[in-house]
């Protein structure tokens, strides 16, 4: 475990040392921490997974003072969407790792943060898991961050259903957050968008009890999905 620095931001990252010359680089696993910025915890619960995948895990730390909107992608400061990804590809180049498609995981503000990554970047994931406890609209006639259409500040920020309901993700979800009209517009968005085109929506469900609302227990669900183990 490291605790690194790139233009000022905290991040916690692992590469497994290569068993081989001619060993692959690994891929690369990103874990998002929630609304307690506890991004050593983050990384910690995440670790022995990647480890025992071999991948390379990253965990960055959004510190409320740069990015007090991290999960909305700070559309207001710094974007916190440009500088993950700046962060990624800075770690391809210094520590030789695949980041064409990114495995991804967010917990709560975290769990927004992978969400709208999910929605607005989807060419660039490879599997994502998250627990949030808001949803968007998948509205053009809502401005971001409440819907889809873009904003004067975030014009780049868009969603193209054809290609995230390509898209391999899971929703983890509590009782309260399945039975939100939020959460039921969110979903029912792909459903209707896959009977107009005839495609096939990709995207599963995990619930949680009440009593399993941590992170721990949300990373239990999201890595069997995540590495193909529980589909």
């Known amino acids: ?64 003072l740069t990015f007090p909107e991290y999960e909305i992608f700070n559309v207001r400061g710094e974007r916190s969407d440009n500088r993950f990804f700046e962060l990624v590809e800075h770690l391809k180049k210094v520590a030789n790792i695949t980041t064409r498609e990114l495995f991804l995981f967010g917990y709560e503000k975290g769990g927004e943060f992978v969400q709208r990554l999910t929605m607005t970047h989807p060419e660039r994931i490879a599997r994502s898991a998250f627990f949030a406890k808001s949803f968007f609209f998948v509205d053009t006639a809502r401005y971001y961050p409440a819907g889809t259409k873009p904003i004067p500040l975030a014009r780049d920020l868009t969603v ?25 517009t969110y979903y029912g968005a792909f459903i209707e968008h896959s009977k107009a ?35």
């Open 160 to 184: 193209d259903l054809s290609k995230v309901i390509k898209t391999d993700f899971a929703i983890l979800l509590d009782p309260a957050t399945a039975g939100s009209r939020a959460y039921k």
């Open 197 to 231: 085109t005839e495609q096939t929506y990709r995207i599963r469900t995990r619930m949680l009890n009440q009593d399993q609302m941590t992170l721990q227990r949300a990373w239990d669900l999201a890595h069997p999905y995540l590495f193909g183990v529980n589909s």
């Open 1 to 64: 475990k490291q605790l690194l620095s790139y233009k000022g931001m905290l991040y916690f990252f692992y590469r497994p040392v290569p068993l081989r010359n001619d060993e692959p680089n690994p891929w690369l696993l990103s874990c998002i921490h929630g609304s307690d910025f506890n991004a050593e915890f983050t990384f910690d619960t995440c670790f022995s997974i990647a480890k025992q995948f071999r991948l390379a895990l990253l965990v960055p730390l959004f510190d409320p």
